[in-house]
């Protein structure tokens, strides 16, 4: 499988905190690769250096290298890194007065888009690839925060694939919701690696375990092991990376 983005001793600092320590990985195109590892071991750093968002941060550095289909991020204008590599957060952040249709249509529109049949049709596809569309078709008009926590996460999902990204981040993305609405997000995952590259940070063993094809171990900013989910879970090489998956440490 083609490598999507390739990471080069990727070194990260808040201040004089170095977050990340040398961190060497390729992240293949159209599959889904977890970032496991206990709280604070430079999981969600990791990710927002990967589409330039660490850099938004007044104290942050980063030294190393990101390339996106061979090319460097760095080299790229950021937002540009951004449309191609999309995100999606932890808590469901839809604007909340703004309505369902232009949740997802806003993007697009920030970018120029007029045509109200694109916008309709782009909306339209955004939503079904999200799996919202049969529930709010009838509703688009709504506000996005009368949706429920599940829902809610779906619309941002749609918001993100509806300006056609390459690369979707998801930072755990199912923390804040009810298993069912877990799930949902969960089968979502693996239907979006059919166009997307997916890269998903997730504290859930479990998750990782169901819907990842590579899985990258993170500790105390460093990437201890890195390999196919089933062979990482099966077989792991580093004594740290068994102690997280069967629960004596995290
Ligand atoms: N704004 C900041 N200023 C200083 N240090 C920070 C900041 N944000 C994160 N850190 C530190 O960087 C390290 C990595 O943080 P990060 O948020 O990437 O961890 P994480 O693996 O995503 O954790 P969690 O699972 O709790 O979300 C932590 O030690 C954290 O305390
Ligand atoms: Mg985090």
Redesign the pocket.
């Known amino acids: 499988m083609k490598d999507k983005i390739v990471v080069k001793d990727l070194n990260a600092w808040?201040?004089e905190?170095q977050?990340l320590k040398g961190i060497n990985l390729a992240i293949k195109e159209n599959a889904i690769t977890a970032i496991l590892?206990p709280?604070?071991?430079?999981?969600?750093?990791f990710i927002r250096c990967l589409n330039r968002l660490h850099e938004l941060?007044s104290d942050a550095k980063i030294e190393g290298e990101i390339l996106l289909d061979g090319r460097s991020v760095f080299s790229m204008d950021p937002v540009e890194v951004r449309r191609k590599i999309g995100m999606v957060f932890q808590r469901p952040n839809p604007f909340p007065t703004m309505s369902i249709y232009d949740n997802v249509a806003i993007g697009l529109k920030l970018n120029g888009v007029r045509d109200r049949d694109t916008l309709d049709r782009i909306v339209e596809d955004s939503l079904k690839k999200a799996a919202l569309w049969d529930e709010v078709k009838d509703k688009l008009k709504m506000p996005g925060n009368s949706l429920s926590g599940g829902q809610q996460q779906r619309l941002c999902i749609a918001r993100a694939i509806a300006t056609n990204p390459e690369v979707i981040l998801f930072d755990e993305p199912t923390s804040a919701l009810d298993p069912i609405s877990a799930v949902k997000i969960e089968d979502l995952l693996v239907d979006l690696k059919e166009n997307y590259t997916v890269v998903i940070?997730t504290?859930n063993i479990q998750q990782a375990g169901r819907v990842s094809d590579y899985v990258a171990f993170f500790w105390m900013g460093e990437l201890v092991e890195f390999g196919r989910t089933a062979e990482v879970f099966e077989n792991p090489k580093e004594e740290l990376t068994e102690a997280y998956l069967t629960g004596r440490i995290g």
């Open positions: 808040y201040g905190f977050a590892g709280s604070g071991c430079g999981k969600s750093t941060r940070v504290h």
